[in-house]
């Protein structure tokens, strides 16, 4: 093996580079499903029929289809319809769609947005009856205790289960590098492989750091777990 190559200053700088575009994208896109995903909850656990089933439609299509598959309609299906590519340079929103990360981001926000929703609605569904019976004794209307207790309480009670999503959608960024123009660590070890024809070398060096950014983004979740459901732990005699 020919680790040499791997540690030349201008490899470093490719999987420097490679690690910035992947946690830009990782964290523009967890941010954005988080909120798309609160408002998915709401909806799906409102009184509104019609706004539960376009909802519940959209999350069964996500979370019903792969995720490369996603990216290929966008960049390469949506992205390259000729209505839009018309309105490239001049019309709003359509501007954005000649970008490769923001393809990239787009696909990766509207699916972290569908499993999150689900699991942030189910948590929601949840709730302990008590803890609603009081907010609503105490005179709180229902958007209140949706937003003062039930929320909340949703989240803190998510936070395991989405750790695993947001470590998911690290490892899923990877699929990021099929879309041309786009370097992420998975893209950056593909073009060391090419140039230098480093297959193991290339390829474990990034798995590695994929390894180094999982067990980071654990270590936070796993503060945070204790911060937030300290409430919830067994209390000794």
């Known amino acids: 093996m020919k680790w040499a190559i ?31 995903a609160v408002l998915c909850a709401l909806a799906l656990t409102s009184r509104v029929k019609w706004l539960r089933a376009i909802v519940g439609a959209y999350t069964f299509v996500i979370r019903g289809t792969p995720l490369l598959i996603q ?14 590519q018309s309105r490239w340079n001049d019309v709003w929103p359509w501007t954005y769609f000649k970008d490769a990360f923001f393809c990239a981001w787009l696909a990766f926000t509207l699916n972290t947005a569908a499993y999150t929703a689900e699991m942030l ?7 302990s009856a008590g803890e609603i019976e009081a907010a609503q004794a105490m005179g709180m209307s229902r958007w209140a205790v949706m937003r003062r207790i039930v929320l909340p309480s949703a989240l803190r009670r998510t936070l395991p289960a989405y750790s695993n999503e ?9 699929l990021a590098s099929t879309v041309p123009a ?6 950056a070890a593909s073009r060391i492989y090419s140039d230098f024809y480093l297959p193991f070398e290339a390829y474990i ?8 950014i999982t067990f980071s983004l654990i270590g936070v979740f796993r503060w945070a777990e204790k911060r937030f459901l300290v409430y919830l732990a067994p209390r000794q005699a």
Do not use: C
């Not at 490679?18 to 798309?36: D, E, P, R």
């Not at 786009?182 to 893209?187: E, G, M, N, W």
């Open 71 to 84: 990216v290929y309609l966008i960049y390469y299906g949506l992205a390259q319809l000729e209505w839009i």
């Open 121 to 127: 609605a189910g948590a929601i569904r949840e709730t």
């Open 205 to 212: 060096a990034a798995a590695l750091i994929y390894l180094v």
């Open 6 to 36: 791997i540690f030349k200053p201008e490899t470093l700088a490719l999987y420097a580079e490679g690690i910035v575009n992947t946690l830009w994208l990782l964290l523009a896109s967890v941010s954005a499903g988080a909120v798309l």
């Open 166 to 174: 947001v470590v998911m959608m690290l490892h899923s960024t990877s």
């Open 182 to 187: 786009l370097l992420d660590v998975t893209a």
